[in-house]
């Protein structure tokens, strides 16, 4: 039976034989926006990191060019992403070039930037702190517009109604194409929608969240949530960490691996049964582990595009070839593996 190696190299050598070696991947309207991303996308967050290939700017460029080539189109970065704050937007600034108008940046506001921004007041998402931020980006990113600019995380300190007055200020000076926010609840999706609603402001087109097949509690909420409102949903931690990659079963953890290396309790507490049985599906259906982990997302209802980050082009080329498969009758053995949350009844 082939191996997840065997199989991962024989979707490459399809894919470098191609007559077209840059496969043409799906673009999928972001919820009832305008705006359409690529079925994959490229998770900027290794770029500038400590320790990592991309930790250099030509280790960055190679990634960014590579995700090119294969058809990716959107990039997806944050302020406080990288070895110091902001390191990831300057390298994937300058990586894109004049393929900037080309493709669809993101990027993210509203974490801790260690001082990036000036003081913040832990009120990150208030109209002065949002105004400081956005024109950083701009700057790190050499551009004069984002795509679609995320706020990254709650912000208990600032009314919702300020902070999407602000990015409405953004997106009439053209500074800033669409909004989208990243880790919220389905209450808090709800309440965004409605105070915008409400005074007539810039809404939310996206929402960033956790979600993969060992991790589904984004359906309990999340998911209704954006399908009621029209929200595009970008899952981000497609791979749960690699587990989801075919790199790892209960009786394979190559010694050379990350995890191994860097998160060896993920190895301990890992749910082998589960990895073990999403084995076997691949081998009896000569599919890979990423064709099924991405495969499985982009069929769910208001799934725009998988966030996934890379260290290598080959990576990043493997996540686009593996991002046109879907499963059919499929869908309910994976259900089995990998049971839908249970809803908690509240009366």
């Known amino acids: 039976m082939p191996s997840a190696e065997r199989r991962y190299r024989r ?8 007559t077209n070696p840059a496969p043409r991947l799906d673009l999928n309207r972001l919820g009832r926006s305008g705006l359409a991303v690529t079925g994959v996308g490229l998770g900027c967050n290794n770029l500038g990191r400590t320790n990592a290939v991309t ?16 058809g990716v189109t959107f990039f997806d970065t944050a302020d406080n992403y990288g070895a110091r704050a902001g390191l990831s937007e300057e390298f ?4 894109l070039g004049a393929h900037r108008d080309e493709v669809v940046v993101a990027t993210k506001f509203g974490m801790p930037t260690r001082g990036l921004n000036g003081p913040d007041f832990r009120a990150r998402g208030s109209r002065r702190y949002i ?23 709650p912000d208990d300190e600032t009314p919702v109604d300020e902070t999407l007055s602000a990015l409405d200020d953004l997106v009439r000076q053209g500074k800033v194409r669409y909004v989208g926010h ?26 960033q969240n956790h979600y993969n097949l060992l991790d589904r509690r984004a359906e309990l909420e999340v998911l209704p949530a954006a399908q009621a409102y029209g929200i595009g949903v970008l899952p981000y931690f497609p791979l749960a960490n690699g587990l989801l990659t075919g ?23 890992a749910p082998w049964e589960q ?5 076997q599906f691949c081998v009896e259906r000569d599919v890979t582990e990423l064709q099924v ?10 799934v725009a595009s998988v966030i996934a980050g890379a260290t290598t082009p080959e990576q990043i080329a493997q996540n686009a070839a593996a991002s046109t498969w879907r499963p059919s009758d499929d869908a309910a053995r994976l259900d089995e593996i990998f049971p839908r949350p249970e809803k908690v009844a509240l009366f």
């Open 11 to 18: 979707i490459m050598t399809a894919h470098a034989t191609s």
């Open 55 to 70: 930790s250099t700017f030509e280790g960055s460029r190679d990634v960014v060019h590579g995700a090119l080539d294969a």
């Open 92 to 95: 994937l600034g300058r990586a």
């Open 131 to 153: 105004a400081k931020a956005v024109e950083g980006s701009l700057r790190r990113l050499g551009t004069d517009y984002i795509d679609l600019y995320q706020f990254h995380t």
């Open 182 to 207: 990243s880790n919220r609840a389905g209450w808090q999706i709800a309440d965004a929608e409605h105070v915008a609603r409400s005074q007539g402001t810039t809404r939310f087109v996206s929402a």
């Open 247 to 269: 790199k790892y079963t209960s009786g394979n953890r190559p010694e050379d691996s990350r995890l191994v290396r860097n998160k060896p309790g993920l190895l301990e507490t």
């Open 275 to 279: 990895l073990d049985q999403l084995h």
């Open 293 to 302: 982990a991405f495969g499985w997302l982009l069929a769910q209802p208001a």
